[in-house]
């Protein structure tokens, strides 16, 4: 496929104009790698941030580890997640080092305030400071150190790129995407550690792979369905109160499965159909990412008018001012196309 450019995918009215644009690029892939459906450039190359997480999972629960540890679903969801840093994420992930004999100062992926404001703002009541706990990788983190103490690696640098742990990661997340490693371009994550870039069509690939892993070795098929059914089955501990990755799987019951990343990227995997979606908004503005999955979603038939009424405040969110009036919306305005067209 030629390269092509980005689409204008979403826009922001406020009364009768057309005030912003947001161009971005989307890829609908099945598990055999074949493009089903597009927008814009589905080979757009970019880092896909926190969309890699589940992928990035998959060696702790292959290894000896996970199941010596014996992690709770719950437990297990924390790990693919960027969570809203609300009690009972924190209590997750706490919950892990102790299985592990670590305590909060094990974690390397720094400090930020609670995603979710009255969490923050709980926080502030009590004169407490936010801890390692709090940052929305900390279960990522702690699934880091779990894979380290399963493999004998020093728990001291696991978030450097030569660590043994990284490297299995981008193994895992080199073969689940089809991507030769070489390839893959490596940054460095919010929380520290490796980041990887590739194709979107490549992450949609891995999402499709993820959710059906029909034709991955016993193994790596086990450890994607223990992952998926711990995200279905505990969304909570995905995202959180609010948010849209756990307010998916709950309005679909868990038969759409999404991970959002930072700079306005998303994945998704449809398992009874076997594919996988991704998503960029070019300018990394977040505002336009969940109208755009959503419709995405919509143009698929993947979900049911129930479906869409449940998660209409993401789809075509309104403008306001301050003073709490409708002034504006957040609009999907793209059409998604078959390779053949």
């Given at each position: 496929?030629q390269?092509?450019?980005s689409?204008?995918?979403?826009?922001?009215?406020?009364?009768?104009?057309t005030?912003?644009?947001?161009?971005?690029?989307?890829?609908?892939?099945?598990?055999h790698?074949?493009?089903?459906?597009?927008t814009?450039?589905?080979d757009?190359?970019?880092?896909?941030?926190?969309?890699?997480?589940?992928l990035?999972?998959?060696p702790?629960?292959?290894?000896?580890?996970?199941?010596?540890?014996?992690?709770?679903?719950?437990?297990?969801?924390?790990?693919?997640?960027?969570?809203n840093?609300?009690?009972?994420?924190?209590a997750?992930?706490?919950?892990?080092?102790?299985?592990?004999?670590?305590d909060?100062?094990?974690?390397?992926?720094?400090?930020?305030?609670?995603?979710?404001?009255?969490?923050?703002?709980?926080?502030?009541?009590q004169?407490?400071?936010?801890?390692?706990?709090h940052n929305?990788?900390?279960?990522?983190h702690?699934?880091?150190?779990?894979?380290?103490?399963?493999?004998g690696a020093s728990?001291?640098?696991?978030t450097?790129?030569?660590?043994p742990?990284?490297?299995?990661?981008?193994?895992?997340?080199?073969?689940?995407?089809?991507?030769?490693?070489?390839?893959?371009?490596?940054?460095t994550?919010?929380?520290?550690?490796?980041?990887?870039?590739m194709?979107?069509s490549?992450?949609?690939?891995?999402?499709?792979?993820?959710?059906?892993?029909q034709h991955?070795?016993p193994e790596?098929?086990?450890?994607?369905?223990?992952?998926?059914?711990a995200?279905?089955?505990?969304p909570?501990?995905?995202?959180?109160?609010?948010?849209?990755?756990?307010?998916?799987a709950k309005?679909?019951?868990?038969?759409?499965?999404?991970?959002?990343?930072?700079?306005?990227?998303?994945?998704?995997t449809?398992p009874?159909?076997?594919l996988?979606?991704?998503?960029k908004?070019e300018?990394?503005?977040?505002?336009?990412?969940?109208?755009?999955?959503t419709?995405?979603?919509?143009?698929?038939?993947l979900?049911?008018?129930?479906?869409?009424?449940?998660?209409?405040e993401?789809?075509?969110?309104?403008v306001?001012?301050?003073r709490?009036?409708?002034?504006?919306?957040?609009?999907?305005?793209?059409?998604l196309?078959?390779?053949?067209?």
């Amino acid at each position: 496929m030629q390269e092509l450019q980005s689409d204008i995918v979403v826009t922001v009215t406020r009364g009768p104009l057309t005030e912003s644009l947001h161009r971005g690029h989307i890829a609908v892939v099945d598990i055999h790698g074949e493009l089903q459906a597009f927008t814009g450039n589905p080979d757009y190359y970019g880092f896909i941030r926190s969309t890699a997480k589940p992928l990035q999972a998959i060696p702790l629960v292959e290894s000896d580890a996970w199941h010596r540890l014996g992690l709770s679903a719950e437990q297990t969801a924390l790990l693919c997640a960027s969570h809203n840093g609300e009690d009972e994420h924190t209590a997750a992930a706490l919950s892990i080092l102790q299985q592990l004999s670590l305590d909060v100062s094990a974690l390397q992926c720094g400090i930020h305030e609670p995603f979710y404001k009255p969490a923050a703002d709980a926080l502030k009541r009590q004169a407490s400071e936010p801890t390692p706990l709090h940052n929305n990788c900390s279960g990522k983190h702690a699934g880091m150190l779990a894979l380290s103490t399963a493999i004998g690696a020093s728990i001291q640098q696991y978030t450097s790129l030569d660590h043994p742990v990284q490297q299995k990661m981008l193994q895992t997340v080199s073969e689940m995407s089809g991507m030769a490693v070489q390839d893959i371009q490596i940054g460095t994550d919010g929380c520290g550690v490796p980041v990887f870039a590739m194709p979107l069509s490549a992450l949609a690939y891995a999402y499709a792979r993820l959710g059906d892993p029909q034709h991955l070795s016993p193994e790596r098929a086990s450890a994607c369905r223990t992952l998926l059914t711990a995200m279905q089955t505990a969304p909570f501990y995905v995202a959180g109160s609010e948010r849209y990755d756990t307010l998916l799987a709950k309005a679909t019951h868990g038969r759409i499965i999404g991970k959002m990343g930072a700079e306005a990227v998303y994945a998704a995997t449809v398992p009874e159909r076997g594919l996988g979606i991704a998503v960029k908004i070019e300018d990394g503005h977040p505002r336009a990412l969940y109208p755009a999955i959503t419709e995405a979603l919509a143009q698929l038939g993947l979900l049911t008018g129930e479906e869409l009424s449940e998660l209409a405040e993401f789809h075509r969110p309104a403008v306001r001012n301050h003073r709490g009036e409708e002034v504006g919306r957040i609009e999907p305005v793209f059409r998604l196309h078959t390779p053949k067209e």
